[in-house]
């Protein structure tokens, strides 16, 4: 494929032969060193780096050719036909990395589970029929619409890279059953027919209840019904019992790929507060050249300069952590806390330092 070889030769060279450049502020500074004026927004290289991370789930690395190849030959797919290539874009699936930690242990079960149980609900609630001669078509139609919009939404949410929003899938359950607690949902356990919610509005509106039931194909409607409640009611107590190793709390034993997703959030959002820094520095004209040699004083500890300890917290949170997780799994994370508590005090030191002087 001539034309695959020549895309994957000019990605080599562009990365093996960088054209020099200047990072710049779009807020009209240089974050670091520049002095070009004009333009509005943030930094126009981070903004290409987390297109990068958003579209092809790589964290951009200079000098990383085989990672961006490999990513970008995941998310593009290219084939011949009559004798010219063609690209499609492959959908990241629920599974993707997502810089660091992906949709493991417990999240990835009961994803799993709710992803078959929705397979076979959805034709379920699609073919129940009225039993009560009086139906009102639309108003059967809509309520069909809002149990089929929670069951979509619930699988959706269960497999969000960094985890699903408690509440969110809380208030689904709710909305479907009438309370989102398996405790209070006993009597709907033993006997599907007594369901509350939109399931239960859903059964009035159809006559789905058992004295109405005259023929074997009515008793069939009726108990692809009870089938539909079950499916969700079950789903329900795998939540209910997984819950606790997906929400943000201090139990312990939680599952490696979420929590390095969370993880990497975080150590992005340091990377960030150093660029804001930067640009809130610049704003007061304490530029680059004086933030080289403006020194700290820490109790029992050496000097270092402001540039210094900024680009320390930079490069260990946007390179060196995410290197060393990578690498070294739930051994790293041990690592990365140590660098991480140490680098939190010099720079709380300096903030005093900065209110008393």
């Not at 780096?49 to 579209?55: M, N, S, T, V, W």
């Not at 059964?203 to 079950?230: A, P």
């Not at 660029?275 to 000097?303: K, L, N, W």
């Not at 990578?326 to 140590?338: L, M």
Request: proline letters at 3%.
């Amino acid at each position: 494929m001539a034309d695959n070889d020549d895309l994957v030769g000019a990605v080599e060279d562009a990365v093996t032969y960088p054209i020099l450049t200047k990072e710049i502020s779009g807020s009209g500074r240089s974050s670091r060193d520049g002095d070009w004026s004009g333009g509005t927004g943030g930094s126009l290289t981070r903004t290409a780096q987390g297109a990068i991370r958003d579209l092809l789930g790589w964290r951009y690395r200079a000098d990383d050719p085989k990672g961006f190849l490999a990513a970008l030959n995941k998310a593009v797919d290219l084939k011949e036909i009559e004798g010219h290539v063609e690209s499609s874009w492959k959908a990241r699936p629920y599974m993707v990395q997502a810089d660091l930690g992906e949709v493991t242990g417990a999240q990835a079960s009961i994803y799993e589970r709710a992803r078959v149980a929705i397979d076979h609900a959805l034709p379920l609630l699609e073919t129940l029929k009225p039993l009560r001669s009086d139906v009102d078509d639309q108003s059967v139609e809509s309520m069909r619409a809002i149990v089929r919009s929670a069951f979509v939404e619930i699988v959706t949410e269960l497999g969000r890279v960094s985890g699903p929003r408690i509440q969110r899938v809380d208030d689904y359950f709710t909305r479907l059953l009438g309370s989102d607690d398996p405790g209070d949902l006993g009597g709907v356990f033993s006997d599907p027919g007594t369901v509350g919610g939109k399931l239960g509005d859903l059964r009035e509106r159809l006559g789905l209840k058992r004295e109405l039931v005259l023929t074997v194909e009515e008793e069939r409607n009726f108990t692809n019904f009870l089938i539909l409640v079950d499916y969700t009611t079950s789903l329900l107590q795998t939540w209910f019992a997984q819950r606790s190793f997906i929400e943000r709390n201090d139990v312990a034993n939680k599952f490696l790929g979420t929590q390095l997703v969370r993880l990497s959030q975080a150590l992005n959002v340091i990377v960030e507060s150093v660029h804001e820094a930067y640009d809130a520095m610049d704003s007061v004209f304490f530029g680059p050249e004086e933030r080289d040699v403006t020194e700290i004083e820490f109790d029992g500890q050496p000097r270092i300069t402001v540039a210094e300890l900024l680009s320390w917290v930079e490069h260990f949170a946007g390179e060196e952590a995410p290197q060393l997780l990578e690498d070294s799994g739930k051994d790293g994370v041990d690592a990365v806390k140590a660098t991480l508590v140490q680098l939190k005090a010099l720079v709380e030191a300096a903030v005093i330092q900065s209110q008393n002087s």
